[in-house]
């Protein structure tokens, strides 16, 4: 399975943008789908996830961030409202395929967001 971000760029605060990513390859299906950002000097955190239809969300971006996931596409967006510099890091894609009791993780390669103030 591959999974390709796209959407990143500049924006300034109080500005939105949109990620998508598309998972790509033979799998059986993608039982969760997810965001996570790292900023520079940070550790890797979780931003938005969703699975079984059920979504969860980052403190810190509630309520200015939805995930949303098109199955017929293979594809999970993430969209970004009321941007603030502090969300400035590359976003990365996760998805998990379970297949039996095997569990199978894969990452894109992370799409950089960058929020002027």
């Known amino acids: 399975v591959q999974l390709v971000e796209s959407g990143g760029g500049l924006a300034q605060a109080g500005g939105s943008l949109s990620l998508s990513c598309v998972a790509s390859?033979?799998?059986?299906?993608?039982?969760?789908m997810g965001w996570y950002r790292q900023a520079p000097g940070k550790q890797r955190e979780l931003v938005a996830s969703?699975?079984?239809?059920?979504?969860n969300y980052a403190d810190s971006v509630k309520g200015r961030f939805t995930i949303s996931r098109d199955n017929a596409k293979n594809t999970v967006y993430l969209q970004m409202n009321s941007l603030k510099p502090e969300d400035t890091a590359v976003y990365y894609c996760?998805?998990?395929?379970?297949?039996?009791?095997?569990?199978?993780?894969?990452w894109g390669q992370g799409t950089q967001v960058t929020v002027s103030s």
């Open positions: 996760s998805a998990i395929e379970v297949v039996g009791t095997s569990l199978y993780d894969y």
């Open positions: 390859g033979k799998f059986f299906s993608i039982n969760y």
């Open positions: 969703m699975t079984s239809g059920t979504t």
